[in-house]
């Protein structure tokens, strides 16, 4: 289970420390050094401890509830005070919290982060079990785009929910293997020639079940797996009943923990840096905001990697429905809730293309985003990014008050370029937005990169949009 490591963030407004620490040896650049550095551990707890949406949830619940806010129930009446810290979770893996800010909304409307709980790879079908050949063998499903490749040979593990009959009703538990319990062994080169010339491509139906176990004569593959679930959901010692796991949704992650790594420690390795980063980010700036005089919000949505189309999605009314639900404590009537959006702002923060040289044709040459080198507003004339002229220069300034640098991306116009929960959420307020994200390589691989200072100037510009 995750704990926050320690106590709330100390702010400090931050400089490029990548420069400074290197040429004069400044005490300011120093401190923003540990704190770079501090906030790059924190990030890596909180990942390491949130291998499925679900444990992500469960993170920012951790660390919400050890900063001061109540949980609240969509199904119970919600009793909201000025300066109260909440948070509501639809769906067990989508989270919105919120600070209520010492202005009336009418004047100072919303400010809000939105980023995405899930990232993409696989889950387990519920009849997942298939025998043969002397081995179990678990049947996933590819969820949203991941390198396939890069899933082979890494010690895979499985984490999520799975839920149980009880005396009274059903339950939903949290289950996380944390060991290698899979795996996706390659071809020998002997037996696939051109591997370093073709890549290596995965059937997603034929090649993609993972070795979970090797079955004795007789074995029942099928009860092996569900006497694993039962009793990983039973870890805490009470009676375990396999008749009783009804249902399960498990995501398969590789159990290797995250790293600092370059000559200096400048960069971080992980999974699920798409996009925990800007969860972790969004979350940090919000329980740093003190006393902020707009209400402040942070939303991680589920389902981002497959469209957002579902109940708790970033294309549900849970949005809508949260700043309703605090527009009506506010007593606005339908007029002073309109006017409340005309002065909100909503920045949908994902992560973004850092520049690789060992691929610069796959780059947009005027737009090479580097690591470390701030946050990345993203533009798109197609509105794939919701990004425009006015919400730019708003960003910027966000930047310039927090002290940070930053950069602008625009994809190559001869490959498609991705989006995200921006347009999605932009269309349903109708509010000012714009996309940021923070610099990475690797984008959906099994093991991501990205800098250690870019987390810092991330939180520290959202920190400062809180703050407006
Ligand atoms: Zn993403």
């Not at 499925?52 to 949980?71: D, F, I, K, M, Y």
């Not at 071809?187 to 051109?194: E, G, T, V």
């Not at 159990?255 to 798409?274: C, M, P, T, Y």
């Not at 996309?435 to 990205?450: F, I, K, L, N």
């Amino acid at each position: 289970m995750y704990e926050f490591r320690s106590e709330p963030l100390v702010y400090l407004p931050l400089i490029d420390t990548r420069f400074t620490t290197m040429t004069q040896n400044n005490s300011e650049a120093e401190q923003n050094e540990t704190v770079a550095m501090e906030i790059a551990h924190g990030l890596i707890d909180f990942i390491d401890a949130s291998p499925s949406p679900w444990h992500a949830v469960a993170s920012a619940e951790a660390l919400l509830q050890a900063n001061g806010h109540t949980r609240l129930s969509e199904g119970e009446r919600w009793e909201l005070k000025e300066g109260g810290r909440y948070y509501v979770v639809r769906g067990g893996a989508s989270l919105i919290a919120f600070v209520m800010g010492s202005k009336p909304i009418v004047e100072s409307g919303f400010r809000i982060v939105g980023t995405h709980s899930d990232s993409p790879g696989f889950r387990v079908k519920p009849n997942a079990a298939l025998a043969g050949e002397g081995l179990a063998r678990l049947a996933v499903e590819v969820y949203g785009g991941p390198i396939l490749a890069t899933f082979t040979d890494r010690d895979l593990s499985l984490a999520g929910r799975v839920v149980l009959r009880t005396a009274t009703g059903q339950e939903a538990r949290l289950i996380n293997f944390e060991r290698p319990l899979l795996r996706l062994p390659n071809l020998a080169i002997h037996m696939n020639r051109d591997v370093n010339e073709q890549g290596l491509k995965l059937n997603k139906q034929t090649e993609l079940p993972m070795i979970l176990a090797q079955l004795n004569e007789g074995d029942d593959a099928e009860a092996h797996l569900r006497k694993l679930l039962s009793d990983a959901a039973h870890a805490d010692g009470t009676g375990a009943d396999v008749a009783d796991l009804l249902s399960w949704e498990l995501a398969v992650y590789d159990v290797q923990k995250a790293s600092l790594w370059g000559a200096n420690e400048e960069f971080i390795a992980s999974r699920q840096l798409d996009n925990l980063a800007s969860g972790y980010a969004a979350l940090t700036a919000l329980i740093a905001a003190e006393q902020p005089a707009a209400t402040c919000v942070t939303a991680l949505f589920d389902h981002e990697e497959v469209g957002s189309e579902s109940a708790a999605g970033a294309g549900s009314s849970f949005i809508t429905d949260v700043l309703a639900r605090i527009s009506g404590h506010a007593k606005l009537d339908e007029e002073d809730r309109q006017r409340a959006m005309a002065h909100s702002f909503f920045i949908s923060a994902d992560m973004a293309h850092a520049y690789n040289p060992n691929f610069p044709n796959a780059y947009e040459p005027g737009h090479k985003v580097k690591v470390n080198g701030g946050p990345v507003i993203k533009t798109n004339a197609n509105q794939r990014y919701t990004t425009n002229a006015e919400t730019a220069a708003r960003f910027i300034s966000f930047c310039e008050k927090a002290g940070v640098p930053y950069q602008q991306y625009a994809h190559r116009t001869d490959i498609g370029c991705g989006s995200t929960i921006g347009p999605i959420v932009a269309s349903q307020l109708g509010v000012a937005s714009v996309d940021v994200g923070s610099p990475m390589w690797a984008m959906h691989s099994a093991r991501e990169s990205a800098g250690v200072h870019d987390h810092a100037y991330m939180i520290a510009a959202l920190l400062a949009a809180f703050d407006s």
